[in-house]
């Protein structure tokens, strides 16, 4: 067992498993994989990124749907967490950003989690409420700026961060170049590019330290990325961190909200298998090789009916819709759609449940 197990405490909210669950969308983290976590006494994340992907009026009216969608989520996850702690993933480059927060807000969300981009008028929409605020990082740059920003212009500080690294999937908040050295295939290359990143890592909890002192509050800092093994946890554990942030591990869990045929793509992939791609969001992202991505490496493009989803988004541009492409994979069209994985995602083997991912992080008996 990893020794000294530490509650996960930001402000009020005390989760007995040091642990957050990653958000994933389109559709991937919804009200049954968040409420299961919570269950366990970790935290479970929903991600608002087209939350109403599948609700009737979804083509039509894409932003009430999705509305809709964030409270219904919600209400459910936290009926199915037994008293747990419930988050929600929101994207600062969402469009109508405001809108999803204030939604969350009202419909009880315990915690905001906020990355793709700075969320610097968060405090700002959660102002009166009891929902505790995080942005996610993966720079001592950006944190100082979010800190120095919500102190000057709102008076506070975050709740939490969370520090997501270069082994994350989806979105990352690095370049392809600061990527190169976790996707050249050699080991001590990559172990070095690690090491370098947890230098970075004590940046960002210094900082973060100077900024709880000033408001005379400790705020928890939470390590993403890459993290499948009780090793891999205690080695952050040991760098100061208060807790972690996984998502990968969770997906090939029978509570996982996507549909089976993306769970096996899962099970079925090999190291090789991963890749970064340009996002049509302009982020690099970490995804399964599959024909959908060969045929866009070959000049093809997609017919795109625009969904509103992003803030900065050139229809005309890119060569297909990111919710078209993982709306298609959530629900098992894996090889016309997009998936995204975590850089770890060649060691999983089967599916598996909640539980029994909590229990093998920690290496609980």
Same mark, same amino acid.
């Given at each position: 067992? /990893?020794?000294?197990?530490? @509650? ?11 642990? /957050? ?20 006494? !970790? ?7 087209? /939350?109403?992907?599948?609700? @009737? ?8 749907? #999705? ?20 988050? !929600? #993933? ?5 469009? #109508? ?50 800190? +120095? ?59 973060? +330290? ?50 089976? !045929? ?59 819709? /990111?919710?078209?492409?993982?709306? +298609? ?14 850089? #770890? ?21």
């Amino acid at each position: 067992m /990893i020794n000294h197990i530490k @509650p996960l405490k930001i402000g009020h909210l005390v989760a007995k498993i040091p642990l /957050i669950q990653g958000g994933m969308g389109v559709g991937v983290s919804l009200s049954s994989l968040a409420g299961a976590v919570a269950a366990e006494g !970790a935290i479970g994340v929903i991600s608002t990124a087209q /939350i109403g992907f599948n609700m @009737p009026d979804f083509e039509k009216h894409p932003l009430a749907a #999705n509305l809709q969608a964030v409270k219904d989520h919600i209400r459910l996850a936290k009926e199915k967490s037994k008293g747990g702690i419930i988050g !929600a #993933n929101i994207m600062v480059a969402t469009r #109508n950003y405001k809108e999803y927060v204030m939604t969350a807000v009202k419909a009880g969300v315990d915690l905001i989690i906020s990355g793709a981009g700075l969320p610097v008028n968060l405090p700002e929409y959660v102002k009166g409420s009891m929902t505790k605020i995080a942005p996610i990082v993966s720079s001592e740059k950006a944190a100082r700026v979010i800190c +120095r920003l919500w102190d000057s212009h709102y008076q506070c500080t975050p709740d939490m961060v969370v520090v997501e690294g270069p082994l994350a999937g989806g979105h990352l908040g690095f370049s392809e170049k600061q990527l190169e050295p976790f996707e050249a295939g050699d080991k001590s290359i990559a172990e070095k590019a690690m090491s370098d990143y947890d230098l970075e890592i004590s940046k960002i909890m210094k900082t973060v +330290r100077q900024y709880g002192e000033k408001y005379e509050k400790d705020i928890p800092v939470v390590i993403a990325g890459g993290i499948d093994t009780p090793e891999k946890a205690e080695h952050y554990f040991s760098l100061g961190a208060s807790g972690i942030q996984v998502a990968t591990p969770f997906v090939t869990t029978k509570e996982c909200d996507a549909d089976e !045929a993306f769970k096996q793509a899962y099970v079925d992939a090999k190291d090789e298998d991963v890749v970064i791609i340009k996002s049509p969001v302009g982020m690099p992202g970490r995804a399964l090789k599959n024909t959908f991505l060969e045929k866009v490496s070959q000049g093809y493009r997609d017919e795109i009916h625009c969904k509103q989803c992003l803030e900065h988004c050139d229809p005309a541009s890119i060569p297909y819709c /990111i919710t078209d492409a993982l709306t +298609r994979s959530v629900q098992g069209d894996i090889d016309n759609g997009l998936v995204f994985c975590g850089a #770890n995602v060649g060691s999983i083997k089967e599916i598996t449940t909640v539980k029994n991912v909590i229990q093998k992080l920690f290496d609980m008996d």
